[in-house]
């Protein structure tokens, strides 16, 4: 695994590049893993309810996710199922189908080929701010990475599957009415910073309007904010996550 090269005069982290299909495929496992035992830290899960999705590096036509049935906070990359676009289990030691799950992932991954994963949880925040069935505004930094870059939907009214897919366009997030959360990314990296900073940005919000009136950003220093917020700065921002985790929970990794 190399790393690629960082911008000239500036020194950063860079995204892997990687020499096989699978080596490749294992280190999106392994982030894969990763985020379900941090979203279990964050208290993001509940019951059966919440999966994350990892496009296959090979078979673009599959995904990974977590198996139906099992809790966040003991999962690992081996423990991972693979589906088909059918919704069928076509690798992993479970026969319990996700079906919730393949309504949300397999119409985004198959409409957005630029999407390698997509995230969706029942957290608190956000269940709460998709109650009053408006966008996020941009009262904070946080808040402005998804102006313009985020819609709604109600999922219990049109449904989820391709209808869903359609709302989310070619957005970062997508805010089901009375439901939660959907965010999506060229990386788990980048899907699942996004998710937990779009939590973050419903709590603040929810927050602030217990205490008045939040002002917003302007907009031309909302949308500076938005576009500013790269693939590459998703992924870079899940680093700190990922290295904790893992110094914490080596087992994911197994």
């Not at 998703?234 to 990922?242: D, E, H, K, T, V």
């Amino acid at each position: 695994m190399t790393q690629q090269g960082a911008q000239p005069g500036i020194a950063r982290p860079q995204p892997p590049v990687f020499a096989s299909f699978e080596e490749e495929r294992q280190h999106r496992k392994e982030r894969l893993a990763a985020a379900c035992r941090i979203f279990h830290k964050l208290s993001f899960e509940e019951g059966v309810m919440g999966h994350i999705s990892v496009r296959d590096p090979e078979r673009t036509d599959h995904y990974w996710t977590n198996p139906y049935a099992f809790s966040f906070g003991a999962i690992r990359a081996s423990d991972l199922v693979l589906y088909n676009f059918k919704g069928e289990i076509v690798e992993g030691n479970t026969k319990f189908i996700h079906r919730g799950g393949t309504l949300i992932h397999i119409p985004i991954l198959e409409t957005r080929p630029d999407v390698i994963s997509a995230v969706h949880t029942h957290s608190i925040y956000g269940r709460a701010w998709s109650t009053l069935g408006r966008l996020l505004d941009p009262i904070s930094a946080e808040a402005a990475v998804f102006y313009n870059k985020h819609a709604i939907y109600d999922s219990f009214e049109h449904g989820e599957g391709y209808s869903l897919a359609q709302a989310i366009g070619d957005n970062r997030a997508l805010l089901l009415k009375n439901h939660g959360i959907v965010t999506v990314g060229q990386s788990v990296d980048e899907a699942a910073y996004l998710f937990v900073s779009m939590e973050k940005a419903c709590q603040v919000q929810l927050l602030a309007e217990t205490a008045g009136k939040p002002v917003s950003l302007s907009p031309k220093h909302a949308e500076e904010v938005a576009n500013r917020v790269t693939p590459y700065v998703g992924w870079l921002n899940f680093q700190p996550m990922f290295q904790g985790i893992v110094k914490e929970q080596p087992d994911l990794l197994q």
